[in-house]
Nanobody, 123 residues
């Protein structure tokens, strides 16, 4: 299994943008389907978006049009770029991986998780 470390979180003003990174080590990054989830206080962890190992992306409706995902297999890194941020985007953002070609929105389908990075959008 890969080990995952997220970075790039912080405080951002509403309407701004941010870029998160997820660096993987161990395992084989290129054969992992990667995803971002987020969890706001008092809420369940929810799927934000991801990219399968074949490069097929998937994005949640709540962030569609505001989210750009990419992965650099040479650097074993997954990226999330989000624009037009809203206060409701405030959450801890987690990177996750699964050894499968299928992108899933279910937390239970992912076997590796990062520690999370806090994103706070101020109004």
């Amino acid at each position: 299994q890969v080990q995952l470390i997220e970075s790039g979180g912080g405080v951002v003003q509403a309407g701004g943008s941010l870029r998160l990174s997820c660096a993987a080590s161990g395992g084989t990054f290129s054969t992992n389907t990667m995803a971002w989830f987020r969890q706001a206080p008092g809420k369940e962890r929810e799927f934000v978006g991801g990219i399968s190992w074949t490069g097929a992306p998937g994005v949640a409706d709540s962030v569609k049009g505001r989210l750009t995902l990419s992965r650099d297999n040479a650097k074993s890194t997954l990226y999330l770029q989000m624009s037009s941020l809203k206060p409701e985007d405030t959450a801890v953002y987690y990177c996750a991986a699964r050894v499968s070609a299928i992108l899933s929105p279910e937390t239970t389908d992912f076997t590796s998780w990062g520690q999370g990075t806090q994103v706070t959008v101020s109004s």
